[in-house]
């Protein structure tokens, strides 16, 4: 499913039409997120409050929506995407670091919430990956990433995949409140 995050009615349109289609909610991703970036002086109040509706409130409307279904089933597991920003900040990005942090806790604060009913909650924070919001950022940033980076590349898409998928499969039972930096080593 597509949604806009920010409008809970067509989240809950979504949830009910699953619900009716396969009885249960099994694996949440979100992973909805945007960037306006500009630096803290320059930072409108607009976009700050779009990056914050988007990538924070967004994460709370879709849990909150689909949490129900999962503890009546007694079991879930929802995976939140973060970023390496949320962790360690970046220059002109108060909006969305903020935001990103603000996931960390949601993880940390909804896996002890939902551990013991069945429900795993757990976050990735990739690092800097070749998807088309990373791609548009200029040639020079993008050498300077990938010279920050101990493998010398961007990730993929599809080395991000594979780790939210182990964190939504039951390989990852026990996995619980946790938050995997997928970044290449780019903080080390």
Known sequence: YVLNVTDRASIQRAVDDIIAKHQRIDILINNAGIT??????????????????????????????VVPHMLEAKKGAIVNASSVVGIYGNFGQTNYSATKFGVIGFTKTWAREFGQKGIRVNAVCPGFIATEMVKAMPENILQSIEQRSWMARLGTPEEMANVYLFLASDEASYVNGVTIEASGGISL
Not at 42 to 49: A, N
């Open 36 to 65: 306006q970036d500009a630096r803290l002086v320059k930072m409108t109040e607009e976009q700050f409050d779009a990056v914050i509706d988007v990538n924070l409130k967004g994460v709370f409307n879709c849990t909150q929506l």
